[in-house]
């Protein structure tokens, strides 16, 4: 069975990125009728439907969330194997900062199999909350970073390549429920965490009571203070470790997913680094 077209591929990554067919037919030097096509093209080699089009722009159906994944590994493979052939390798320090609620099983791996794939580029990572990551990448004290956004309805597209979509879940101890007709007991981060922000905002306008059992310094400690049963907490799917178990229903009110973005570039980027992430994107995804 022949494969997916690279350029059906490219302009599909486009429009999601772009958030709109109108949007993403200069990115792909195509007029919209062209962009609209193609999308019909892949659709078609797909056999379901891989956008949902709406007033506010087109966002990926469940079938368009896989695919942009793997579209976005296929992607930066074909430009990382065109440059190999001319002969320009991949080589030099990379200064890399990433959320800490990023696959947390999974970073060493892949950050493994970076190295693996680019022996000659020095990696330096940083683990941080996201607004530490986006702040220092502001100041240029790292060359990438990997932050995560709560997607709210109505909530402006955040900037850069999406590598990854994951539902949030309210996790608590495996077997544990919390007491009818008592405050929840929340397990958080420290206040600068903006998912911590966002866990108390939807309480506090849903009318959910709650206190603040255990503050911890990053997602091992909440991981941690999970599986000890000190209460209850919001994170990301990738999250989830032994001894804690998604907790569903116990009134707690619905919650979106988050997004995973590298930031987008800065002025006057080197080709190194305009390179460098196209390969960690396509490590990571």
């Known amino acids: ?24 037919a200069p990115m792909v030097h195509l007029s919209q009728s062209a962009v609209s096509e193609q999308i019909r093209k892949l659709e078609d080699r797909a056999g379901q439907a891989l956008l949902v089009r709406g007033k506010a722009g087109v966002h990926a159906t469940p079938a368009g969330v896989r695919l942009q994944a793997h579209a976005t590994r296929i992607l930066a493979l074909a430009d990382e194997a065109l ?9 030099g320090e990379l200064r890399l900062a990433l959320t800490d609620y990023f696959r947390p099983r999974d970073i060493a791996g892949l950050l493994r199999r970076l190295n693996q794939q680019y022996p000659q580029v020095r990696l330096h990572v940083a683990i941080l909350k996201s607004g530490e990551v986006e702040a220092a990448y502001v100041r240029g004290q790292y060359d990438l970073g990997l932050t995560m956004h709560v997607r709210t309805p109505g909530a402006a ?24 007709g008592m405050p929840l007991s929340l397990l958080v981060l420290p206040e600068s965490c903006a998912l911590r922000q966002f866990t108390e905002a939807l309480l506090a306008r849903r009318g959910r009571p709650y206190l603040v059992a255990h503050v911890a310094s990053g997602v091992a400690g909440l991981q941690l203070a999970l599986a000890a049963g000190l209460g209850v907490a919001c994170l990301n799917e990738s999250a989830l470790a032994p001894g804690v178990a998604r907790l569903a229903g116990a009134g707690l009110p619905a919650l979106p997913q988050a997004q995973f973005c590298l930031l987008p570039a800065r002025g006057a980027e080197t080709e190194f680094v305009t390179r460098a992430r196209q390969a960690v994107a396509q490590a990571l995804a």
């Open 1 to 24: 069975m022949p494969g997916f077209d690279l350029d059906q591929l490219r302009t599909f990554a486009a429009v999601l990125d772009a958030g709109s067919l109108t949007a993403a």
């Open 83 to 91: 440059r190999d052939l001319h002969g320009v390798p991949l080589q």
């Open 157 to 180: 597209r955040q900037p850069g390549i999406v590598l990854r979509r994951e539902p949030l879940w309210w996790m608590a101890a495996e077997g544990m429920r919390p007491a009818r």
